[in-house]
C-alpha cells in the first residue's frame, strides 16, 4: 500500500498536470504559459474559460461521480462487476432524458420535472427492477444481476430509439446519440453547479458512510449483527446511484465502463477500505475521465470522437476479464 502522504502528493501533481493538458490540447493549441496568462489575449480567453475550462471541470465531475456510484454498486452486490452502465442505470436516465428533451412526457408531468429529474427517475425505476429481480430469499444473485442489467438496457435503449424515430424534430438522432454514446462537447458553466453538488454531495455522503460500507462487505447478516441498518442503507445507495448518475447523464450523455475500471484500480494500490477508496476513487475517475476525453477529440484529425466509445473500448476487455476472474462466483 502507498503512504498516503505520498498517494495525495502524486494526486495533486497530477491534477495539475490533467487540467493544464485539458485547458492547452484541442484543435486550437495553447502554450502551457498563455494558459496562465489568458487575460491578455481575448482569443486565447475565451477558448480558456468559455469552451475548454468548463468542459474539463465537467469531466472531472462526471468522472469521479461514476466511479464513486461504481464503488457504491459493488459493495452493495458485494462483487467487482456491478457499476452503473453495467447495472442499466445510466441507459434508465438515457431514456428518461430523452423523453423529456424529445417531448414524449405527459404535458402535466414535463412541466413539473426539469431533464436531470426525468434522468433520475428512469435511472431509479431501472435499478430498482434490476435489483427487484437480482434479490433472492438469502442474497443478490449476481448472475441474476447482470442479465437483469443487460435486459433493462437493451429495454431502454430500444424505449430511446422509439422517441428518436417517432420524433418529428429534425436534429432528434443527433441528440439522441448523444445521449447514447456520450459526450463533453456541449459543456458550459450553467451545467457545472447542478453536477458538482449532487457528485461532490454524493462523495461526502459515502465517506462518511464508510464504517457501514466496510461491514457490508462480509454480508448483510454480520452487517445487521454489528447495528448497521441494512435495508435503509440498500435503499439510499439505490436513490443515490440514481440520483448522481441521472443527474450526471443529462449533463454528459451515457459513459460507460468508468465506475467499473476505477474502483478495481485503485483497491489494488490503496486497498478496500471505503474511508481512502470512496475519495480516491472520486479523484482518478475525474483524471481518468480528462485524458479520454483529451483522447476523444484529438485522435482523429478535425473531428471528435463521442468519449463513451473509448471507455467502451477500454472498459469491455477490463469487464470481460473481471467475469473470467470471478470463475464460479457469478453463477451463485
Same mark, same amino acid.
Given at each position: 500500500?502507498?503512504?498516503?502522504?505520498?498517494?495525495?502528493?502524486?494526486?495533486?501533481?497530477?491534477?495539475?498536470?490533467?487540467?493544464?493538458?485539458?485547458?492547452?490540447?484541442?484543435?486550437?493549441?495553447?502554450?502551457?504559459?498563455?494558459?496562465?496568462?489568458?487575460?491578455?489575449?481575448?482569443?486565447?480567453?475565451?477558448?480558456?474559460?468559455?469552451?475548454?475550462?468548463?468542459?474539463?471541470?465537467?469531466?472531472?465531475?462526471?468522472?469521479?461521480?461514476?466511479?464513486?456510484?461504481?464503488?457504491?454498486?459493488?459493495?452493495?452486490?458485494?462483487?467487482?462487476?456491478?457499476?452503473?452502465?453495467?447495472?442499466?442505470?445510466?441507459?434508465?436516465?438515457?431514456?428518461?432524458?430523452?423523453?423529456?428533451?424529445?417531448?414524449?412526457?405527459?404535458?402535466?408531468?414535463?412541466?413539473?420535472?426539469?431533464?436531470?429529474?426525468?434522468?433520475?427517475?428512469?435511472?431509479?425505476?431501472?435499478?430498482?427492477?434490476?435489483?427487484?429481480?437480482?434479490?433472492?430469499?438469502?442474497?443478490?444473485?449476481?448472475?441474476?444481476?447482470?442479465?437483469?442489467?443487460?435486459?433493462?438496457?437493451?429495454?431502454?435503449?430500444?424505449?430511446?430509439?422509439?422517441?428518436?424515430?417517432?420524433?418529428?424534430?429534425?436534429?432528434?438522432?443527433?441528440?439522441?446519440?448523444?445521449?447514447?454514446?456520450?459526450?463533453?462537447?456541449?459543456?458550459?458553466?450553467?451545467?457545472?453547479?447542478?453536477?458538482?453538488?449532487?457528485?461532490?454531495?454524493?462523495?461526502?455522503?459515502?465517506?462518511?458512510?464508510?464504517?457501514?460500507?466496510?461491514?457490508?462487505?462480509?454480508?448483510?447478516?454480520?452487517?445487521?449483527?454489528?447495528?448497521?441498518?441494512?435495508?435503509?442503507?440498500? !435503499?439510499? &445507495? /439505490?436513490?443515490?446511484?440514481? *440520483?448522481?448518475? %441521472?443527474? $450526471?447523464?443529462?449533463?454528459? =450523455?451515457?459513459?460507460? +465502463?468508468?465506475?467499473?475500471?476505477?474502483?478495481?484500480?485503485?483497491?489494488?494500490?490503496?486497498?478496500?477500505?471505503?474511508?481512502?477508496?470512496?475519495?480516491?476513487?472520486?479523484?482518478?475517475?475525474?483524471?481518468?475521465?480528462?485524458?479520454?476525453?483529451?483522447?476523444? !477529440?484529438? &485522435? /482523429?484529425?478535425?473531428?471528435? *470522437?463521442?468519449? %463513451?466509445? $473509448?471507455?467502451?473500448?477500454? =472498459?469491455?476487455?477490463? +469487464?470481460?476479464?473481471?467475469?473470467?476472474?470471478?470463475?464460479?462466483?457469478?453463477?451463485?
Amino acid at each position: 500500500m502507498l503512504r498516503p502522504w505520498l498517494t495525495g502528493c502524486a494526486l495533486t501533481a497530477a491534477v495539475v498536470v490533467t487540467v493544464a493538458a485539458g485547458v492547452a490540447i484541442g484543435s486550437a493549441e495553447i502554450a502551457a504559459s498563455d494558459v496562465l496568462e489568458v487575460l491578455g489575449d481575448p482569443t486565447i480567453d475565451r477558448i480558456v474559460w468559455s469552451l475548454r475550462m468548463p468542459r474539463v471541470v465537467l469531466a472531472m465531475l462526471v468522472g469521479g461521480g461514476l466511479s464513486i456510484i461504481g464503488v457504491a454498486m459493488q459493495t452493495l452486490v458485494r462483487n467487482p462487476l456491478a457499476e452503473p452502465y453495467v447495472l442499466g442505470i445510466s441507459g434508465g436516465a438515457t431514456a428518461g432524458a430523452s423523453l423529456f428533451y424529445l417531448g414524449f412526457l405527459p404535458p402535466v408531468l414535463s412541466k413539473a420535472v426539469s431533464m436531470p429529474v426525468a434522468a433520475f427517475l428512469g435511472g431509479l425505476g431501472t435499478i430498482v427492477i434490476v435489483y427487484l429481480v437480482a434479490r433472492t430469499e438469502s442474497h443478490v444473485s449476481v448472475a441474476r444481476l447482470l442479465l437483469a442489467g443487460v435486459a433493462m438496457s437493451a429495454l431502454t435503449s430500444s424505449i430511446t430509439s422509439f422517441v428518436t424515430f417517432s420524433s418529428p424534430e429534425p436534429d432528434a438522432l443527433r441528440a439522441v446519440l448523444f445521449w447514447l454514446l456520450g459526450s463533453f462537447s456541449g459543456a458550459r458553466w450553467a451545467l457545472i453547479p447542478g453536477a458538482a453538488i449532487v457528485t461532490l454531495a454524493g462523495t461526502i455522503l459515502l465517506t462518511g458512510l464508510a464504517r457501514p460500507l466496510d461491514a457490508m462487505l462480509m454480508g448483510e447478516e454480520p452487517a445487521y449483527h454489528l447495528g448497521v441498518p441494512v435495508e435503509a442503507l440498500k !435503499r439510499g &445507495l /439505490l436513490v443515490l446511484a440514481a *440520483l448522481v448518475t %441521472g443527474t $450526471l447523464v443529462s449533463t454528459s =450523455g451515457a459513459i460507460g +465502463f468508468v465506475g467499473l475500471i476505477v474502483p478495481h484500480a485503485v483497491r489494488m494500490v490503496a486497498g478496500v477500505t471505503h474511508r481512502t477508496l470512496i475519495p480516491l476513487s472520486f479523484l482518478v475517475g475525474a483524471l481518468f475521465m480528462v485524458w479520454a476525453d483529451l483522447a476523444a !477529440r484529438t &485522435l /482523429l484529425p478535425a473531428q471528435e *470522437l463521442p468519449v %463513451g466509445i $473509448l471507455t467502451a473500448i477500454c =472498459g469491455v476487455p477490463f +469487464f470481460l476479464w473481471l467475469l473470467r476472474r470471478q470463475g464460479t462466483t457469478t453463477s451463485s
